[in-house]
């Protein structure tokens, strides 16, 4: 059994600060990490639905967890997170272990009828944020390891695999920017590997959450869709095996190997066809 998979019911000696916590994606690492014994520090814009899941995880878990409304598409609210990403773990849930860039926007439609203010707020939220954010921690967590630390330590951010096709009509923005992500999360956990931190990067297909990204979803098949529990259990498990890329589900682990083998004129022609 991995370590991502233990459930224990041990003194809990382990932090996670989730982003985006409030639903979706964010909520279910928030209710699995709790799980496997490590404190919270809940992030989101909306402090009742942080207060009303941090009491109910408290109740389950009988663990710490402290509520950060911020709004990360501004530079006050990735300020106020990354102090906390800094602190010495004087807090309720202690110095963070693990760093979950979950929160995320995605805006759609034509790049040419979107509204440069959207375009900016995301990637404001999307891009900037996660890179400000994993620049705060992972320092902390390189000197930690330096000093004897014996936990895992590490970020895990959610990408998309809107990111890996040549071109990406209707989503241009969204999913450049994930691309993005994901090459620089790639590059990162290769820098500092050999500090004994790991960064891993999760790519999930459609899922049912809050977000949408403009796309027309209706129709699509049932198996088209992820669980978000599948998208947490396997992002965990590849994070506690060091491992710097996930893509969860078998349907899209096939999407994304062909992806990278398609000549880029049959990816470009296919998304041609489909707007």
Do not use: C
Not at 115 to 143: C, E, K
Not at 188 to 205: D, H, M
């Amino acid at each position: 059994m991995s370590e991502a998979d233990q459930d224990t019911g041990a003194e809990h000696t382990r932090t996670a600060l989730v982003t985006g916590a409030s639903s979706g994606i964010g909520e279910e690492y928030a209710r699995r990490l709790a799980q496997r014994g490590y404190g919270l520090v809940l992030v989101a814009r909306r402090r009742e639905v942080l207060e009303s899941l941090a009491e109910e995880i408290r109740d389950l878990y009988s663990t710490p967890v402290e509520v950060l409304p911020a709004d990360l598409g501004s530079r006050a609210g990735v300020a106020a997170v990354a102090a906390r990403l800094t602190a010495d773990g004087t807090g309720d849930a202690g110095a963070v272990d693990l760093l979950v860039n979950n929160a995320g926007r995605g805006d759609g439609g034509a790049f040419t009828e979107q509204d440069p203010a959207g375009i900016d707020a995301m990637l404001d939220l999307n891009v900037r944020a996660v890179l400000h954010l994993t620049r705060a921690v992972l320092p902390v967590q390189i000197a930690r390891r330096a000093a004897g630390e014996k936990e895992r330590l590490g970020v895990i951010t959610v990408s998309s695999l809107a990111g890996e096709p040549a071109v990406n009509p209707g989503g241009s923005v969204y999913g450049a920017g994930k691309k993005f992500l994901t090459l620089w999360s790639e590059s990162v956990s290769a820098e500092v590997r050999a500090k004994g931190v790991s960064v891993t990067v999760v790519l999930p297909g459609f899922v049912r959450t809050d977000m949408t990204l403009g796309v027309q979803e209706r129709g699509l098949p049932e198996f088209a869709f992820t669980p978000k529990e599948h998208i947490v259990r396997d992002s965990l498990r590849a994070w506690a095996a060091g491992r710097s890329h996930v893509v969860s589900g078998p349907q899209y682990q096939i999407a994304d190997g062909l992806l990278r083998i398609l000549p880029r004129a049959v990816v470009r022609l296919v998304a041609r066809r489909m707007v």
